[in-house]
Antibody, heavy 118, light 110 residues
Framework: QVQLQESGPGLVKPSQTLSLTCTVS??????????WTWIRQPAGEGLEWIGR???????IYNPSLKSRVTISLDTSNNVFSLKLTSVTAADTAVYYC??????????WGQGTLVTVSS | QSALTQPASVSGSPGQSITISCTGT?????????VSWYQQHPGKAPKLIIY???KRPSGVSNRFSGSKSGNTAALTISGLQAEDEADYYC??????????FGGGTKLTVL
């Protein structure tokens, strides 16, 4: 059974870069069967899809975040990562990594809270 | 891309049935049979309960069912139970090869 676990700093200063890693176990991110995605949820608000990466390294991002987001793969360590630049308080949220088929997100990490504050 | 439209809240008594709607456009909900639904309890990660409009993952109760007509999808929960009290989110694939979520619906079991 696949498991995903987010990790990274819980506090980031405004204007700096948010960096998170998702460690995958029970599946290979290079298998070619799934997309690897990031989703976030501000406190008390809904889910927002951030972007996805495929085994080939091809990426697609939410248009509203595209200019600030980079998702990458490290197949040797079976992890994928998120970088979000020029963060503001509006980027404070619980960040989830998830495995996705074309049509759904079938496995999720537990989520990690990232707070943007000086 | 704009979020799909869901009612902010719905409620029902134990044993009753409720339906949550999810309205999009012909570029997302109406254009693909790729609507999925997620249940989220407080402090927990979302859980997939319906995919491809009306399919249930293994282990999900058959009290949960999905449907779609035009640009609007719906999640129906029958035989409401106290444990169904949670937030529910719809999601759709889009013509831009992205995904978009609904704003979420809080279900209260009275």
């Amino acid at each position: 059974q696949v498991q995903l676990q987010e990790s990274g700093p819980g506090l980031v200063k405004p204007s700096q870069t948010l960096s998170l890693t998702c460690t995958v176990s029970g599946d290979s991110i290079s298998s070619g069967s799934y997309y690897w995605t990031w989703i976030r949820q501000p406190a008390g608000e809904g889910l927002e899809w951030i972007g996805r990466i495929y085994t080939s390294g091809s990426t697609i991002y939410n248009p509203s975040l595209k200019s600030r987001v980079t998702i990458s793969l490290d197949t040797s360590n079976n992890v994928f990562s998120l970088k979000l630049t020029s963060v503001t308080a509006a980027d404070t949220a619980v960040y989830y990594c998830a495995r996705a088929g074309l049509t759904n997100f079938d496995s999720w990490g537990q989520g990690t809270l990232v707070t943007v504050s000086s | 891309q704009s979020a799909l439209t869901q009612p902010a809240s719905v409620s029902g008594s134990p044993g009753q049935s409720i339906t949550i709607s999810c309205t999009g456009t012909s570029s997302d909900v109406g254009g693909f049979d790729y609507v999925s639904w997620y249940q989220q309890h407080p402090g927990k990660a979302p859980k997939l309960i319906i995919y491809d409009v009306n399919k249930r993952p293994s282990g999900v109760s058959n009290r949960f069912s999905g449907s779609k007509s035009g640009n609007t999808a719906a999640l129906t929960i029958s035989g409401l139970q106290a444990e169904d009290e949670a937030d529910y989110y719809c999601n759709s694939y889009t013509s831009s090869s992205t995904w978009v979520f609904g704003g979420g619906t809080k279900l209260t079991v009275l």
